[in-house]
Each structure stands twice: as C-alpha cells, then as structure tokens.
C-alpha cells in the first residue's frame, strides 16, 4: 500500500529514503535534492534503479514507471541491463551519424584532392547537409531525407546540387562498404533521383575572358607597378598557370639552370607534376621578387605567407579590368594560340595542363612537349611585348584603355 501523498512529498526537505511501497522510494540527498529510486530483486541479487527528480517526475508519474519496470520483471526483463544498453546504444549512435561519416570521408580522401575541392566538399556539406540530415545515422538516411537536401537548392544552384547529390551518395556509398548501412543508395541518380526531381535548365556562362590584345593592354597597365600582385598578374598572363598556382609559386620550385618552373602534383588540379618553361620576361619577374620572402615568390603585404587567392582579381579591378577574372586569362592565351599560331592541338593543352582527351593518345604520348612549348610560351610573351608597344605610342603616359565589359553568351 503506497505511504506517501503529493503533500508529503512536496513539504519533505529531511534528508533521508522515504518509502512509497512496492519497490518505490524517494531519496533526499542532504542539499534537498529529490529522486525517486526503484528497488528490485531479481536473479538472486538487489539492484536500485534511478527513475527521476522531483518535482521533474511527479509522485504519479514514478508510480507509472515502477509499475513499467514491474511488469518488465515479471517477463524476465532485467531494467537496469535493458537501461544500459540503451546508453551504449545511445552513445554509439553519434559515432555513426551522416555528420560523422562524411568528415570520416573527407579525411579518408582530401590526401589526393587539391585545398579548393577539400574545401568545397566541406562547406558544401555544413551548409546544405548537415542541418537537415547531419544528426541521422547513416542507415536512417532514406530518399525523401535526400530530396529534403536537394529540393531548396536543385533550381537555384543546379551545379552546387547536383555535387551536393553526388557527395551524399559517395559518404552513403562508404558507410555500405563499411557496413553500417544495407541496401540501396537513397542518393543514386539514375534509375532514383533522375525520376523525382526535375530537368535542370543547362546555361554555360564561361569565364571572363579578354581578348589577346586587351591582354597586352592588361600588362602594359602593370608594367608600371612595383607591387608583387602586379607581379603575380603579370605572370599569369604570361604563363597561362591557374590564379592559385601562381598566388603559391615557392622559390624551390624554380630550376634556373634549365629554365623552369615546376608546379609539384600537390598543387595542380589534375595533381600531376606541371612543367612551365620560362621566357625572358617570366624569368624576369622571378629575379625581381627575389630577396622579398625566403619561401613565397609573391608574399603578402605583411610578408608572412602568400599573395591571397584575390590578389590577381583585386589588381586587375585596380587598373580599369574589372569585368574580368583571372581563369579567363587562360581561355585568352588559348584563343590565341589556336587563331594566331600553327602550333599543335597537343601542345597548346599541355600548355594549360590539361590532359589529353583521348586515354589511348595519352597512354602512348606520355611526354610534356616541353622544347614545342618554350617555343609556344615566347611567342606568346613577344606578341604581348609587340602590342605593349604599339600601345606606349598610341596612349599618353599613365592612361589606362577604355576596357569594354564582357557579356555571357
């Protein structure tokens, strides 16, 4: 018969054990702390088993749950062992979430990515993963969690979703292989998503890119800057390396005695070792950053790492070329290459790092070409230096071009 009343219970401040009956207690602790315990005996041994504070858990409500645990004794249910392999249960859960698994993917994998794309997985997955199914364990995940994901963004930021997409199945994919899920992958596209989701309008805006003379224009702008984002600038120019290439270019990357700078696999998109012959005026430019930092051929204004990876972008803003970007330098050398000179398709695209598009040429072709590109690379630079002079007569000193803004076609 039970002994204690709501009243009792809320007026009581002993410290002490007060019985309810049947097993059910309440324990005063001597700061006045309230808890209500249940006591049992089962297989030969007593255990007490905590249910709950007061006022938190009512005299009525730990009635409820001792009447629970009773009814579990009585089928041969132990309530303490079932409580603690909820906890392990529990505790292990987080160890497994999607969260969890695609960090334990990144680390897996980012050894073989370049900084940038490490980077894109991980801000990809923090801002569109990971508050809709980041907590899920990896076997809950389902489809209709997947296009939670995607719906939002699958219209706006096509290109984004469909690597978003593409970067659940691949985490999905591994935490199969590593047993922690069964079945299909909730994320796969064909035959799946490609049923649920809607065609996704396809526009290609290519980047900025100038045309070859307003290049020289760009550099003869730069000539007249003492500052190593000119520098940089100039360089990519006449180099055709990617921004971040040349924003990180160290000095033991550059072989004077034969004439090259070579851009280490860990840096470059593809991570194959890059082979840039130098022309006069690139080897130019290097020997007149030498002495500024003992690492970084262009180092920040504070001199304690690299250019920022917006130096280029900045400095071409700065003197009138703001409608363009730095990769579309690339794309200029490229169109020049293939308007203006005789040079082969293959050694124009090595020029750019670009592999080849057929496996089986590149298979036997396994060269750089780079004696045809040294060739390539000055004949570039001395179109440059033709046009910088043109325009040392045509334009009074310190006038800069009127620069037309470029449309996406």
């Not at 997409?165 to 691949?170: F, Q, S, V, Y």
């Not at 064909?190 to 989701?197: A, I």
């Not at 051929?297 to 001199?303: E, N």
């Not at 700065?318 to 050694?347: C, K, M, Y």
């Amino acid at each position: 018969m039970s002994k204690l009343t709501p009243k009792f219970v809320k007026e009581l401040i002993a410290p002490g054990v007060h019985q309810d009956g049947r097993g059910l207690m309440l324990r005063v602790s001597p700061t006045g702390k309230k808890s209500w315990v249940f006591r049992f005996s089962l297989d030969g041994g007593r255990h007490d088993l905590g249910i709950g504070s007061y006022p938190s858990l009512s005299l009525r409500d730990a009635r409820l749950a001792a009447d629970q645990f009773r009814l579990d004794i009585s089928r041969g249910i132990n309530p303490v062992a079932q409580r603690t392999a909820a906890r392990v249960k529990s505790q292990r859960a987080p160890a497994h979430s999607f969260k969890v698994e695609a960090e334990r993917y990144v680390k897996t994998h980012s050894p073989a990515w370049s900084e940038k794309h490490a980077g894109q997985w991980r801000g990809s997955l923090e801002r569109y993963v990971y508050p809709v199914i980041g907590r899920f364990k990896v076997e809950e995940v389902e489809t209709e969690d997947v296009l939670e994901v995607l719906e939002p963004i699958w219209s706006t930021v096509p290109v984004t979703a469909r690597r978003v997409r593409n970067r659940i199945e691949l985490v999905l994919d591994a935490a199969r292989a590593r047993n922690l899920r069964s079945g299909e992958n909730p994320a796969r596209w064909r035959g799946h998503l490609d049923k649920l989701l809607p065609k996704q309008g396809h526009v290609v805006c290519p980047y900025p890119a100038m045309t070859p003379r307003q290049a020289a224009n760009l550099m003869y702008q730069l000539d007249g800057l003492i500052v190593p984002a000119a520098r940089a600038c100039e360089l990519a120019i006449l180099s055709a390396a990617r921004n971040q290439e040349v924003c990180r270019a160290q000095w033991d990357e550059i072989n004077w005695n034969e004439g090259i700078w070579i851009i280490p696999g860990n840096r470059m998109k593809a991570r194959r070792e890059h082979r840039i012959p130098l022309t006069t005026r690139m080897r130019a430019i290097f020997e007149a950053q030498q002495g500024q930092h003992e690492r970084w051929i262009f180092p920040d204004s504070r001199g304690r790492g690299p250019l920022p990876g917006n130096a280029i972008g900045r400095m071409m803003v700065s003197v009138n070329f703001s409608g363009f970007v730095p990769h579309g330098l690339r794309s200029t050398f490229r169109t020049w290459a293939a308007e203006h000179t005789d040079f082969q398709r293959e050694v124009c695209e090595m020029a750019l790092a670009h592999s080849l598009e057929s496996r089986v040429e590149a298979a036997y072709n396994r060269g750089d070409l780079l004696e045809k590109r040294r060739r390539l690379m000055q004949t570039w630079e001395d179109f440059l230096v033709s046009e910088m002079l043109i325009l040392e007569e045509v334009l009074p000193s310190g006038s800069a071009p009127v620069i037309e803004e470029p449309a996406c076609a």
